[in-house]
Nanobody, 127 residues
């Protein structure tokens, strides 16, 4: 069982950048699918980005495509979400989630696939 700890959130202005980190402990990410979801107050939780650790394959929600980049550091067993050109609508609590990739059913952007969630990190973008 992997334990996830997110960090890197904060308060920034529109157009600024942040890099979120998701550090894993207890088990390496080697067999996992890792994703970021976010939830704004009063809004449904939404998919942001996904990474297949073993394959390095990635995908993104349309709202962040071209601005956000998900990546991995194998040595640090950490997944990052680089967020550039931030907009006020990016304001949300961002969650790192993971699951053994063998357990995925259907689409990787379906949050029901993920059985391990981090505590979340707040990102606030002012205009």
């Amino acid at each position: 069982q992997v334990t996830l700890v997110e960090s890197g959130g904060g308060l920034v202005q529109a157009g600024d950048s942040l890099r979120l980190s998701c550090a894993a402990s207890g088990r390496p990410f080697s067999d996992y699918a890792v994703a970021w979801f976010r939830q704004a107050p009063g809004k449904e939780r939404e998919f942001v980005s996904h990474l297949s650790w073993s394959r390095g394959m990635t995908n993104y929600a349309d709202a962040v495509k071209g601005r956000f980049t998900i990546s991995r550091d194998r040595a640090k067993n950490t997944v990052y979400l680089q967020m550039n050109s931030l907009k006020p609508e990016d304001t949300a609590v961002y969650y790192c989630v993971a699951v053994d990739s063998r357990l995925i059913i259907g689409r990787v952007w379906d949050e029901a696939n993920y059985d391990t969630w981090g505590q979340g990190t707040q990102v606030t973008v002012s205009s």
